[in-house]
């Protein structure tokens, strides 16, 4: 099974400070994308990425950006943390050719204080 | 623009009873639509989908239903079980201009079932 890890659970930050949140997916996944899930709001697309070094931006990608300098890897950045972007943040991970159905990891909580 | 809407956000269901969760769309290019299950802490799964060429995809206890004239598309479960209470998230898959897949999802309706 395809295992998509998010390096932290919990984070709390400060308003203000950039805040690195990682990815890592141990199966060769071309695809890769950062959600953020909220009440009532469901879960909104930031970013992705179909192959290394490549990035897209999705529906709410203001105050964040990406890196993916491996394949297996993608960061997303708040590049100045603010309390509107204390979230659930939850990355994926899909095959080229795998139209439908992406594996999760299982989330970050993002508190900005 | 909200594309893909879940309008329910809570469903209380007696246990052994059916399910029902309902998800409508306003983009006609999905070609694609996809229903996830998540549990607190944890990420969402992949439950069942269903192509736009199809009407109805059945697995297991689990039918999903596709109306594209009225665009609209539900979540059957028969019969509900304790086990079967999270939140459900509609998703719908298009194309984009450089030819990735992308997923739209859903508000989210938290199924709960009760003994």
């Known amino acids: 099974d395809v295992k998509v890890t998010q390096s932290s659970r919990y984070l709390v930050k400060r308003t203000g400070e950039k805040v690195f949140l990682e990815c890592v997916q141990d199966m060769d996944h071309e695809n890769m994308f950062w959600y953020r899930q909220d009440p009532g709001l469901g879960l909104r697309l930031i970013y992705f990425?179909?192959?290394?070094?490549?990035?897209e931006k999705g529906d709410i990608p203001e105050g964040y950006s990406v890196s993916r300098e491996k394949k297996e890897r993608f960061s997303l950045i708040l590049e100045s943390a603010s309390t509107n972007q204390t979230s659930m943040y939850l990355c994926a991970s899909k095959t080229e050719d795998g139209l439908y159905g992406y594996t999760f990891g299982s989330g970050t909580r993002l508190t900005v204080v | 623009d909200q594309q893909v809407k879940q309008n329910s956000p809570s469903l209380s269901v007696q246990e052994g009873r059916i399910s029902i969760l309902n998800c409508d769309y306003t983009n006609s290019m999905f070609d694609y639509f996809l229903w996830y299950k998540k549990y607190p802490a944890e990420g969402p799964t992949f439950l069942i989908s269903i192509s736009s060429i199809k009407d109805k995809n059945e697995d297991g206890r689990f039918t999903v239903f596709l109306n594209k004239s009225a665009k609209h598309l539900s979540l059957h479960i028969v019969p509900s079980q304790p086990g079967d209470s999270a939140v459900y998230f509609c998703a719908a898959n298009r194309a984009t201009w450089e030819g990735a897949q992308k997923l739209v999802f859903g508000q989210g309706t938290r199924l709960t079932i009760n003994p």
């Open positions: 990425s179909y192959d290394v070094k490549m990035k």
